[in-house]
């Protein structure tokens, strides 16, 4: 089973910056198969980013997602108080689905 | 627009079985390029992917699960059902449904997860 590791566990930043997001694989992940979801809390998770890269309908192009190799990285620019959430990462590999520990963004 | 409303008894005993189902509206259950499964998440914890029900019939479970799953298809009312059994308190989590997208573009498939229910707390106690 592929295992995703995100780091930092918490990141807190202010209105206007920059976050950047990693997620790294235990073992190669088709990048088709990559997607990153946003959690607010008491919300239901929200595709933001399917195949490493594309944004999600309706997804503001302040979310951007990248690959290099097994490493994987979620950047939200302009920070707004409204990205306050937790990040997952998921991919798809030999018929399961796994899921990153999640990273949780803090606006000050 | 898609929904996706999940529906059952919020509470459940040990050893019970656990059952939810999954109520698509605004949408066919029966298209080509989605399937249908379930996620759930303990609470103050992280998601966990229970198991995925394809338009064959077939069904991918996750190994890690120590309660046995069954999950099934009612095309007819366009819904969709888990089945828990033997559950434990470790069981307790909120369980979301949710539509499992494969579709290919060029060369290159994909796979996602585009709606999600609002998901439903279960809680296993005697």
């Known amino acids: 089973e592929i295992v995703l590791t995100q780091s930092p566990g918490i990141v807190s930043l202010s209105p206007g910056e920059r976050a950047t997001l990693s997620c790294r694989a235990s073992?190669?992940?088709?990048?088709?198969?990559l997607g990153w979801y946003q959690q607010r809390p008491g919300q239901a998770p929200r595709l933001l980013i399917y195949?490493?890269?594309i944004r999600a309908t309706g997804i503001p192009d302040r979310f951007s997602g990248s690959e290099s190799g097994t490493d994987f990285t979620l950047t939200i620019s302009r920070l707004e108080p409204e990205d306050s959430a937790v990040y997952y990462c998921?991919?798809?590999?030999?018929?399961?689905?796994?899921f990153g520990q999640g990273t949780k963004l803090e606006i000050k | 627009q898609l929904q996706l409303q999940e529906s059952g008894p919020g509470l459940v005993k040990p050893s019970e079985t656990l059952s939810l189902t999954c109520t698509v509206s605004?949408?066919?259950?029966?298209?080509?390029?989605?399937?249908w499964g379930w996620i759930r998440q303990p609470p103050g914890k992280g998601l966990e992917w229970i198991g995925t029900?394809?338009?064959?019939?077939?069904?991918d479970y996750n190994p890690s699960l120590r309660s046995p799953v069954t999950i099934s298809v009612d095309t007819s009312k366009n819904q969709f059902s888990l089945n828990l059994s033997s559950v434990t308190a470790a069981d307790t989590a909120v369980y979301y449904c949710?539509?499992?997208?494969?579709?290919?573009?060029?060369?290159?498939?994909?796979?996602?997860?585009?709606?999600w229910g609002r998901g439903a707390l279960v809680t296993v106690s005697s």
């Open positions: 073992q190669s992940v088709s990048s088709g198969y």
């Open positions: 605004g949408g066919s259950i029966n298209t080509r390029d989605h399937y």
């Open positions: 029900v394809y338009r064959s019939g077939s069904i």
């Open positions: 998921q991919q798809y590999g030999d018929s399961v689905y796994t």
């Open positions: 195949g490493a890269s």
């Open positions: 949710a539509r499992h997208v494969r579709v290919v573009s060029g060369s290159v498939w994909y796979r996602y997860l585009d709606y």
